[in-house]
């Protein structure tokens, strides 16, 4: 039975105004709202599910990488300069072992972990200041003491950029001398050439010496 929507008094279908209170009423239809029956033969369409895929990032030349049991350092040659764009540098570590090359980022995070470990060792010698000082500064721009204590395998994922290659896959290295024509500083320029391609550094130190150490050639 129908209702009346403003006093709630019952009413018939068939009335205009609320017999208790007046309210005009509007015709009232009561008809079903059809409802529609399943298709049990219709399938409800399937959200699509994506595979997660993982980006893709550029590495840069990297061959073998396993770790290998007893590998240890045969050479450090520091501060090799790679140029990059806007006039922009990334200095590299090259710590070879009997195995591989591995060319280590320098960070200003090493750098300045490295002064740091300096000072402290200095000061649990018992060196005073300026012990600590020629500590902290002794050997400023190679830092490759942070790597005497780090097996290979940590120097290799210590840094994002870091990488290496098998000593067998270096075919040529070669050293040319010049000056940079302001105030006579000789540069060292270094090619490696390997099979994906050369690798060019330039240093403010001889290499040399280091390069025959650490390859037997250079």
Request: glycine letters at 6%; a positive charge; one cysteine or more.
């Given at each position: ?200 550094f330039k240093t403010q130190y001889d290499p040399r010496k280091l390069l025959q150490a650490a390859y037997g050639s250079s």
């Amino acid at each position: 039975m129908p209702y009346c929507p403003l006093c709630g008094n019952p009413v018939k279908e068939n009335h205009k105004f609320c017999p208790n209170c007046g309210n005009p009423l509007e015709p009232i239809a009561q008809k079903p709202t059809p409802q529609a029956t399943p298709n049990p033969q219709v399938q409800p369409p399937q959200q699509p599910v994506y595979a997660s895929q993982p980006t893709a990032v550029p590495q840069p030349p990297q061959m073998n990488t396993q770790p290998t049991q007893g590998e240890t350092m045969r050479e450090i040659i520091p501060n090799l300069i790679v140029s990059k764009s806007l006039g922009r540098t990334d200095t590299f570590n090259l710590i070879v072992t009997e195995r591989r090359s591995i060319f280590a980022k320098l960070t200003s995070q090493i750098m300045n972990d490295t002064v740091k470990m300096r000072r402290d060792k200095a000061a649990a010698e018992g060196k005073g200041f300026f012990g600590k000082w020629k500590a902290q500064m002794q050997g400023f721009n190679t830092y490759t003491d942070w790597y005497r204590d780090k097996t290979p395998d940590q120097t290799l994922g210590e840094t994002p950029g870091n990488y290496a290659i098998d000593n067998s896959a270096i075919r040529n290295i070669k050293v040319n001398e010049d000056s940079d024509g302001e105030g006579g500083m000789d540069l060292y320029y270094i090619e490696i050439m390997t099979p994906t391609g050369k690798l060019s550094f330039k240093t403010q130190y001889d290499p040399r010496k280091l390069l025959q150490a650490a390859y037997g050639s250079s």
